[in-house]
């Protein structure tokens, strides 16, 4: 066994307390493209605010348009060796949290119960009624949308519909970003997996576990701001490495 890969493996063994914490990364390897590279979503088109979402009828309609695109992504996707490996930990008992930055719901897919998974991003494979919460199933929604373009309202309050993601200026799930601080306070060993950590207040959770007795473990293809203060650091690719380190193919 490579000898990095055996002191990842050693790290994982000795913990009794583990934090997942994932990023797009662990999910471009299942064919899901990131937001914020040169090549991603955000390359091709401007995200829509929320308070233009809410204001706008023509803004919502767009923002439906972009779902069904992203969505051909996201329907062909399904868990690979991160996620698997991942849930493979949970089930063992050694992690009880996944903090995602992902909206992708392939944790979920993977295997992981929800009470076990922080989506602080929302999940983009539902929707909802922003007024009373009512959950929607998407598939109606996009049928509907599909013939003419209009627009889902609530029929338990008539209020507006969206995907369960959090837009930018949306504000932060609270329940989700208290459990989150809670994982991460309480951990010995929090593993980055595939997140640049630039995004705040999510990327404040690593720091957070480490001025707490965590170790940090990060492994990123690309570098991050965040690698100095980490324990242990690889940019190698997340099923690969963490596959052989938890015995999953």
């Known amino acids: ?57 023509e803004m919502r309609r767009e923002s439906w348009r972009r779902k069904t695109i992203i969505d051909r992504d996201i329907d062909r996707a399904s868990p690979n060796r991160g996620h698997r490996a991942v849930s493979a930990l949970v089930a063992s008992g050694k992690c009880h949290t996944v903090i995602t930055q992902n909206i992708d719901g392939l944790h979920q897919a993977s295997g992981i119960p929800e009470e076990n998974i922080v989506e602080l991003h929302g999940n983009g494979t539902y929707a909802a009624c922003l007024d009373c919460g009512t959950r929607y199933e998407l598939a109606p929604i996009l049928d509907a949308f599909k013939v003419d373009e209009s627009l889902p ?42 997140s640049s950590l630039v995004v705040y207040p999510a990327a404040g959770f690593p720091d957070l576990a480490r001025r707490n007795g965590a170790s940090l473990v990060i492994i990123n293809r690309e570098p991050t701001e965040q690698d100095d203060g980490a324990d242990f650091v690889l940019h190698e690719e997340i099923g690969a490495t963490l596959g052989l380190a938890t015995g999953v193919a």
């Open 153 to 194: 309202i609530c029929t338990r309050c008539n209020g507006i519909i969206k995907t369960a993601t959090i837009s930018f200026g949306q504000a932060m799930p609270e329940d989700a970003m208290a459990r989150a601080a809670r994982a991460a306070q309480c951990c010995d060993l929090f593993m980055v997996l595939g």
């Open 1 to 57: 066994m490579d000898r990095k890969i055996e002191a990842l493996k050693n790290l994982l063994d000795a913990s009794g307390q583990l934090v997942v914490f994932t990023g797009a990364g662990i999910s471009t390897e299942s064919g899901i493209p990131d937001f914020r590279s040169p090549q991603g979503i955000w390359s091709k088109m401007q995200p829509i605010q929320f308070q233009d979402f809410l204001a706008s009828e």
